[in-house]
C-alpha cells in the first residue's frame, strides 16, 4: 500500500483495492457446493454489495435503537480528524513567541478573525475562520501512547496490550455511537473508518462486540456495485431470488441467529438496487467544482468522503491518513521534523479541514456535525538537534466545531514553556462524556463486559466540557 502525505508534490487519493472476489456469482464448484448455506451465505446478496453478510448484519444491528439513546441530542453525526503520530501544539495552535528560540520552534503566531486568538502562521485559513472553531489547549494525555485507543475510546484505562489493538476491551466512541445511537437512516452503517491503516489509526469496538467495528470506508469506496457479468435485471428475476431465499430458509433451524438471516439478506439485495450505500461513497458523482475545492490529495478526498457520508446518514466518521503522519522527531526519521516536515503538511491540513467546516455550513449540516481534530498526544517544548520534537503527555491542543459549539474561543492554557497544563486540566473522559451527550447518549450510562459486568462508558470523575456547549 502507497502512503499518504499532507505535502501536495506526494498527496494521493484514497486507496482502491484493485480486483473483485466476486468476478463470478457463484464459486467454482471445486472450492464451495453450488447452493449450499455455506454458498448462499458467502456468496449470495451480500457479496453483491461487496461486503460479507457479517459486516452487512453487524450494520443491520447497529440500526436499532438502544435503551441508553436520550431523544435529545445535538449532533446527529459525528467526524474525527485523526491526526496520527501526535501534532505539536507548539507549531499549530498554542505558540510561544516570547519563550526562547529552542521552544519557540521556527514558526510566528498570527492574530485571527477572533480578538486575542493567535495560532500558527501556516495555518491562515483556520485563523480567518476561528469563529467556527473552539481551541481547548489543556488536554491531558498523560495515559495516552502512540496507539489511538485512549482518545479514541475517551478513557485514560484503554491502553495498548500485547496484541497492540486491545486496548484493555474499552469500546471507541464510534462504537458506543453505533451502539447506542445506531445511524441515522436505516441501511447505513453507523460507524465508518476512512483511514490508510486500520489497525494503527483507527481504533474499534473491543469488547463491545465485533458487530459494532468500523466499516473499512476505504475498502467499500469502489467496491460497491455489481459484480463482473451480472446485471440488475438478473437479480430482479423472481425465480432466481426465490430459489436463492428458500436454499436459505432451509437451513434457517440449524443456528439461532439463521431464522433472520434471509430478512437481512433481502435488507442487502435491497441495498444493492437502491444504490444508497453506493451512492455515499461514489464521490465521483460530486460535481467537478466541489471536488476541486476539496482538493485531489488523500485528506481532501477523503474530508469529502466523511462529508458524503454525513449526508447519507452515517453516524461517526474517523479519518486519518498514513500512520504516523504526524510524528515529527526530527529529520533523521521518516516524517522528518518541524521544518520540512510538518511546515508543508501545514496547507493542505489548513485547506481541508476549512473546506469541509465551509462546506458543511453551506449546506445546512454544521449545526447538526461535530468536527473534532485530534492526536494521541502533544510535542515536547523543546526542539531537538534534528528540527524536531520528541513524544510529549502531559498535555496536546485539539480543535472542535459545529453540533452547538461556540467558536471563537480558547479553552485552557499552557505554562510559558507550552509543556504543563496551567489551567483547565481536561482528559479523554471529559472528551467522551462531551461527544456522547450530543449525541443523546448517556455518558452516565454502561455497557457490559464479557461475564455480565457492567462497565462505565466514561470512566472516572469525568463529564461534558460545558464549554463546548
Known sequence: MSQSDFSPENAHGIHHQSGSSFASFAPGSDLIRSGSRRWFLQTG??????????????????????????????????IMIWLSGGPSQLDTWDLKPQAPKEIRGPFNPIQTSVSGIEICEHLPKQAAMMDKFA???????????????????????????????????????????????????????????????????????????????????????????????????????????????????????????LSLQDRYVQEAYDMVLSGNVAKAFDVSKEPQKIRDQYGAHSFGRKSLLARRLVEAGVTFITMSDAWGHWDHHGDEVKWGGITKGLKPMLPVFDHGITTL???????????????????????????????????????????????????????????????????????????????????????????????????????????PIAELG
Do not use: C
Open 135 to 257: 481551541i481547548i489547549r489543556s488536554m491531558d494525555a498523560t495515559a495516552s501512547n502512540h496507539t489511538p485507543t485512549t482518545f479514541q475510546a475517551a478513557n485514560p484505562k484503554s491502553r495498548r496490550t500485547n496484541d497492540n489493538r486491545d486496548g484493555g476491551g474499552y469500546p471507541s466512541m464510534g462504537s458506543v455511537a453505533a451502539k447506542f445511537r445506531g445511524p441515522n437512516v436505516p441501511g447505513m452503517p453507523g460507524f465508518v473508518a476512512l483511514a490508510d491503516s486500520m489497525v494503527s489509526d483507527i481504533y474499534g469496538a473491543g469488547h463491545l462486540g465485533h458487530r459494532y467495528e468500523p466499516l473499512d470506508g476505504v475498502k467499500a469506496a469502489g467496491k460497491f456495485g455489481m459484480p463482473n457479468g451480472v446485471s440488475s435485471s438478473r437479480l430482479t428475476s423472481r425465480d432466481e431470488l426465490r430459489r436463492q431465499f428458500d436454499q436459505l430458509r432451509k437451513h434457517a433451524d440449524l443456528s439461532p441467529d
Open 357 to 463: 467546516v465551509s462546506d458543511l455550513e453551506e449546506r445546512g449540516l454544521l449545526d447538526s456535525t461535530l468536527v473534532l481534530v485530534l492526536g494521541e498526544f502533544g510535542r515536547g517544548p523543546v526542539i531537538t538537534k534534528t528540527d524536531g520534537r520528541g513524544h510529549w503527555t502531559p498535555v496536546m491542543s485539539m480543535l472542535a466545531a459545529g453540533a452547538g459549539v461556540p467558536g471563537g474561543q480558547v479553552i485552557g492554557a499552557t505554562d510559558r514553556r507550552g509543556g504543563e497544563i496551567a489551567e483547565r486540566r481536561l482528559g479523554p473522559g471529559d472528551l467522551g462524556a462531551t461527544v456522547f451527550k450530543k449525541l443523546g447518549i448517556d455518558p452516565y450510562g454502561h455497557w457490559i463486559k464479557p461475564g455480565g459486568r457492567p462497565t462505565p462508558l466514561v470512566e472516572g470523575p469525568s463529564g
Open 45 to 78: 446478496m451480500a457479496g453483491l454489495a461487496g461486503l460479507s453478510l457479517p459486516e452487512l448484519l453487524r450494520q443491520k444491528a447497529q440500526a436499532a435503537p438502544q435503551a441508553q439513546t436520550s431523544q435529545k441530542f445535538q449532533a446527529k453525526s459525528v
